[in-house]
């Protein structure tokens, strides 16, 4: 009897075990004979993984040997989550990488070198790109991010209000040149208005920190940090006046909301209650949504003595250097910042950043604007006129600590702006100079 | 027979104490090993005592960050537990709507801690908040009103005191539990002794409380002295490194800077702090804990 049993197992066991293998194998097999599976890692609120998630169905439905899936992380996790799936070999295909985190990435030779591929590509050329947008995903001359999401610091600004005060429009002082840090003021004083309590219940301008109010650096002169990254500059001259008028607005003019009255929503720029605030052009897309009660528009910043140049940072979209279909890949990559889905992105449907490519730029898809903001020809100008921080490997600890000092001076307790960027500048000075990992 | 009835202990423990190794004790023995190593999840290095050494003698703001949790553990622990003590006497009166007032008490505990925190930054809102618009019903003028949570100096009171809203919590059943536990008849022969309430109090109450008291000082300063989401939801840190605590200083390193060999010593030396205070306390207990006597 146990012997008969023995035998009854062994058959089953074999009909089992073969059902399980034919079933394994039938699961790894690829799907409708597509050749090849790629991850595609990207953040964004729900609404944003939604776009992603039309553009990955898109590409799927025109390249059916490749199948992309959309791998989705929360936004506040997305950079550990990216970090630690690179160090344990469990990277995604292709990541967008947020370009503050790109220097130190790229330097630990985590991603595919796209350069060859680039090369290769007939339908790639490097002088449909504007060169920032392109310079920011290379490293040591070699490419290894395409860029998207690029975006410039606008000024938002309230036209309702602007013209209630008999203010003339930015946008139109901007085209005459004339729209400077000076006049800025003289708005933000005109929009500023007094309750019968003494407080102000209308801000003229929302102050903000670093590295956002970086521009009016560069407007008078100043720098961040030298050229070779390892020394800061901002107790120069140019910085010093920049920051003390900046100062001046919150604790001399008081048009400015203080750090609390800030924080708040009373005062923010939806409200109505703010008449402008410098912001990335990716705010566009929830001001159209949240801004009922008045007219906006975006105009580029200020100009200074030396200029007005704009904020320019992109996010890159990197290959994972382990991936198994770099080709796919770059085929994938290739549609996500191709001329058609910058022009739906980045156009007047959705205004999700500015093109990298010079051709959606000047194209009708991206000028023309049936909804706020009109003034697209500033997105232009930020694209032509922008800079670049200077984000180093390091850039996180030296800007906390950075705005741990400038804390002072925007928070009223110290308010010579030369005694707090001294101080500024001599901690960063340290970390710039200190030992990487300690 | 008693190796067989061991290993089915081993096998009934098993699962917990595999659970153990892997999750807690080898974790803890990885983070003492990358303590002695530089490491950003991509390369490591041995080091030596160099994280040790730069943590205590190059880096001004571990000293900050320790300075600012000593001085909140220094207050909110002694508050938080003469607060809680004082509730659970008043819980433990046998008054109409006993159980209504102890759940009323308890609720706030129940609050998620990012939840409290975005409730607290609206209440410390120096412009608009609740606490300053209580002020200045009672008379403080808008400009004497403190700034709280934008001031250095106010800035850790700020946060002390967010740390009595959770004083009706978990150590106050703990407290009311050991105040049900002393016998009536102590207090029925002190009052036939004359002793005033007070006398009672200090001569009963805190003697037999002993016990539970020092078990909630020994949690309540561990606990403390881990404080981090509310900095880190609330204040980041600042203003000014007012609020960076240890932890949110460690996270900072470990997370956002990727310095976990840092963070690993620190870790390690949080450790041997607790450590330090608890066999500290324990060395003291005797002289003011009072074991009750097992009665046959």
Redesign the interface.
């Known amino acids: 009897m146990r012997s008969d049993l023995k035998l009854v197992l062994k058959r089953r066991d074999f009909v089992l075990g073969g059902l399980a293998a034919a079933s394994l194998v039938s699961g790894c097999a690829p799907r409708s004979g597509r050749a090849a599976e790629l991850r595609y890692m990207a953040w964004g609120n729900p609404e944003q993984l939604g776009v992603e998630q039309q553009l990955v169905d898109e590409f799927n439905r025109q390249n059916p040997d490749v199948h992309v899936r959309l791998f989705r992380v929360p936004q506040s996790a997305y950079l550990?989550k990216a970090?630690?799936m690179l160090?344990s070999r469990t990277a995604p295909d292709v990541i967008r990488i947020d370009h503050y985190s790109f220097p130190d990435l790229v330097r630990?030779e985590?991603f595919h070198d796209l350069t060859d591929l680039a090369r290769n590509d007939p339908d790639f050329h490097e002088t449909d790109f504007f060169p920032q947008a392109l310079e920011e995903g290379k490293y040591n001359g070699r490419l290894f991010g395409l860029n998207v999401l690029l975006g410039g610091v606008m000024m938002y600004y309230n036209k309702t209000l602007m013209s209630s005060v008999g203010l003339d429009d930015p946008f139109d002082l901007w085209k005459q040149g004339r729209w400077t840090w000076r006049r800025l003021r003289e708005s933000a004083i005109a929009m500023t208005r007094r309750a019968s309590y003494g407080?102000p219940d209308r801000y003229g301008v929302q102050i903000q920190t670093f590295p956002h109010n970086a521009s009016i650096l560069w407007a008078y002169g100043g720098e961040i940090l030298d050229r070779d990254f390892r020394r800061c500059l901002m107790d120069s001259p140019g910085c010093v006046q920049a920051y003390q008028f900046l100062a001046d607005l919150r604790w001399n003019d008081h048009v400015a909301p203080?750090?609390?009255?800030g924080?708040?929503s009373?005062f923010a720029f939806e409200s109505g209650k703010l008449g402008m605030t410098f912001d990335w052009m990716g705010m566009a897309p929830r001001y159209r949504k949240s801004v009922r009660s008045f007219d906006w528009d975006i105009c580029p910043v200020p100009f200074g003595p030396f200029g007005g140049a704009s904020i320019l940072k992109g996010n890159q979209l990197v290959m994972y250097r382990e991936c198994e279909h770099p080709e796919e890949a770059w085929r994938f990559m290739q549609f996500m910042t191709g001329a058609k889905t910058e022009k739906w992105l980045y156009g007047d449907a959705l205004r999700r950043g500015d093109p990298a490519r010079k051709s959606v730029a000047v194209s009708p898809e991206f000028l023309n604007a049936r909804h706020a903001p009109f003034n697209t020809p500033a997105y232009v100008s930020a694209l032509e006129n922008g800079r670049a921080l200077p984000i180093t490997p390091?850039w996180?600890?030296w800007v906390?600590a950075l705005n741990?000092?400038l804390?002072?001076l925007w928070?009223g307790?110290d308010r010579s702006a030369a005694a707090v960027l001294s101080r500024a500048v001599r901690k960063v000075d340290v970390i710039l100079a200190s030992d990487e990992?300690? | 027979m008693a190796a067989r009835e061991g290993l089915i202990g081993t096998l009934f423990i098993a699962p917990w104490l595999i659970g153990f190794l892997v999750f807690s004790l080898g974790p803890m023995l990885a983070s003492l090993y990358l303590s002695f190593c530089k490491y950003d999840l991509h390369a490591m290095q041995w080091v030596g005592a160099e994280n040790y050494r730069r943590l205590l003698t190059t880096d001004p703001l571990f000293w900050r960050a320790l300075q600012n949790t000593i001085i909140y553990v220094a207050f909110s622990v002694p508050l938080g537990l003469a607060g809680s003590l004082a509730i659970a006497i008043l819980l433990n009166q046998n008054v109409r709507g006993q159980r209504f007032f102890r759940t009323l008490f308890y609720l706030p505990s129940l609050v998620p801690a990012v939840a409290s925190s975005l409730l607290w930054l609206w209440v410390l809102n120096s412009e608009n908040g609740l606490l300053n618009h209580c002020l200045m019903v009672l008379g403080l003028s808008h400009r004497a009103c403190p700034r709280w949570l934008e001031d250095p100096v106010w800035t850790l009171p700020a946060f002390v005191l967010m740390s009595l809203w959770g004083v009706g919590g978990a150590r106050m059943i703990i407290f009311l539990a050991g105040l049900q536990g002393i016998s009536e008849s102590y207090y029925e022969a002190a009052y036939i002794d004359g002793a005033s309430p007070w006398q009672k109090f200090c001569y009963i109450t805190i003697p037999m409380l002993s016990p539970t008291i020092f078990f909630n000082l020994i949690l309540g300063i561990i606990g403390s002295f881990q404080v981090f989401t509310s900095a880190y939801i609330m204040t980041s840190g600042g203003p000014g490194n007012a609020s960076l605590f240890y932890v949110l200083y460690l996270f900072r390193n470990a997370f956002e800077y990727f310095k976990l060999g840092k963070a690993s010593a620190m870790a390690w030396i949080l450790f041997a702090i607790l450590l330090g205070f608890t066999v500290v306390q324990f060395k003291h207990a005797k002289r003011w804990v009072h074991y009750e006597a097992a009665h046959d």
């Open positions: 550990n970090i630690i160090a630990k985590y407080r203080a750090p609390s009255a924080a708040i009373p390091r996180g600890e906390t741990a000092e804390d002072e928070s307790r990992g300690f």
